[in-house]
């Protein structure tokens, strides 16, 4: 074979030895577990103010019943208390806080985290801001 050959033997083998997916972005897994904090029946919240229904809310992407456990602890004091409960059959549990959170923590910075078998799954970080005054 002429070197020419051998340069063109040499670049076909090289095509087929890259894999087909180069270049393509690996697909993106989405968490099976997702915790955060939010104010009564309300949406996602990172800050509110004392007084408010403060709930956790434990989502898997897979419905079935999980036992977790959702801690909550005020970072100025570290009060902290923990809930251990379990996923309702669709996946999805909620943990009504405020009483927890408004009168033995108060204002400031908070973090809720998420435990499943003892290993973190999710955290959630939200301040509580002191109420207004009328």
């Given at each position: 074979?002429?070197?020419?050959?051998?340069?063109?033997?040499?670049?076909?083998?090289?095509?087929?030895?890259?894999?087909s997916g180069v270049g393509a972005?690996?697909?993106?897994?989405?968490?099976?577990?997702?915790?955060?904090v939010r104010l009564?029946?309300?949406?996602?919240?990172?800050?509110?103010f004392q007084g408010a229904g403060w709930q956790t809310v434990f989502r898997e992407r897979v419905a079935g019943r999980v036992r977790y456990r959702v801690c909550l602890t005020h970072r100025p004091t570290?009060?902290?208390?923990?809930?251990?409960?379990?996923?309702?059959?669709?996946?999805?549990?909620?943990?009504?806080?405020?009483?927890f959170v408004n009168d033995r923590g108060g204002p400031g910075a908070w973090r809720a985290t998420f435990t499943v078998q003892r290993r973190r799954v999710a955290t959630w970080d939200f301040t509580v801001l002191p109420e207004p005054e009328q």
């Open positions: 074979m002429r070197p020419a050959g051998l340069r063109a033997l040499g670049l076909a083998v090289a095509i087929m030895l890259v894999p972005a690996a697909p993106t897994r989405l968490p099976v577990y997702d915790g955060y009564l029946g309300g949406a996602k919240t990172h800050s509110s570290n009060v902290s208390r923990c809930w251990a409960r379990a996923s309702r059959p669709d996946g999805r549990s909620v943990v009504f806080v405020a009483l």
